[in-house]
């Protein structure tokens, strides 16, 4: 069975991919806007974990609500939210047979329930898969530490693909610097070097 | 990483076994509460599929109130769930590093809460993994018929080691045969011959 996997570079995601790999023939999936060159990032992480790799075009106006949202929020959460839900649309419409994400058990963004997942998987006649919501923050980071060379680092300063590159650089030319710093308090973030 | 899942022979507990495997050292581990030796028979599916087995014991206290509570209900649900809960507390308290089930995205009994696992880690410095709980039922139907030599039958004629053997015979012993007929009704079970 094909799965494609949403795919941002970093370890949920690539910890996600190797959970699946034994089970499916796994693609990674970068979405992206068009604005920046970001996913080549996530590119880079899926050749030196060696996965096949696709970029996923998302909707410029889906980014553009999200900023707007974020701004007139003051936080990023609903804003990722929204985006993160447009991308698995758009990935259920392909022609994979199966859908996935690197969600945590102990994430609060961006979060699928149970009833989204049966409506994506009964809309779109595919199955969605979250490999990593039966595992707690502790059981990830002890996996990864096993299976995965990471860098840690500043939010703004790692190279990956999530949606936060995209948006940032959408923010800060329609808003200003000033709301990037207001949206997005300063946090550490991991992008995956290779295999350990 | 020594892993403890809790095991039953049947398809989703062994499908757990499988998704694990790479990562955790798996022992799986099958409760009983010494009236039968039905556990006998997960020991032979833990054979077939080529994984470590241990037995659990379980507190009988623990199954006379689960029998009495399904009769006062009339239904198996809650008498379920709590038997649950106890085997999960009684393997938290064991040797392993981490524990799990196989507790599926759509299951309706046994459930583990986001709340229920952060508790069972917290108090035992474990953690506590539901590989399944990304999956919901048509996933794991396609991987078991890829992975998995299965047999499907009625309840009462499928050998396995989930609690419901156990407590039908204490529920037989206690409260007559037309008891296990009002508690439970027909349904079908599995049980894992080996690997495909």
Redesign the interface.
């Known amino acids: 069975?094909e799965l494609g996997l949403l795919y941002s570079g970093g370890k949920d995601s690539t910890l996600a991919a190797?959970?699946l790999e034994?089970?499916y023939d796994v693609t990674l999936v970068t979405g992206h806007f068009g604005v920046t060159d970001d996913w080549e990032h996530a590119r880079a992480a899926a050749d030196a974990v060696g996965f096949d790799h696709e970029r996923l075009s998302l909707s410029e106006a889906a980014a553009t609500e999200a900023v707007d949202r974020m701004v007139a929020d003051g936080f990023p959460r609903n804003g990722i939210q929204a985006v993160h839900e447009h991308a698995l649309e758009r990935l259920a419409a392909s022609e994979f047979d199966?859908i996935a994400d690197g969600t945590r058990?102990?994430d609060r963004v961006p979060t699928v329930s149970?009833a989204q997942?049966?409506s994506l998987?009964d809309r779109h006649d595919v199955?969605?898969?979250?490999?990593?919501?039966?595992?707690?923050r502790?059981?990830v980071d002890?996996?990864v530490d096993?299976?995965l060379d990471v860098t840690v680092g500043p939010s703004e300063s790692i190279p990956r693909a999530d949606y936060e590159a995209e948006l940032r650089v959408l923010l800060r030319d329609e808003h200003g610097e000033g709301a990037v710093r207001d949206v997005f308090p300063a946090h550490d973030q991991t992008y995956v070097e290779g295999p350990r």
């Open positions: 069975m190797l959970l034994d089970f199966a058990r102990d149970r997942a049966q998987e199955d969605y898969i979250a490999p990593l919501s039966g595992f707690g502790g059981a002890r996996l096993d299976a």
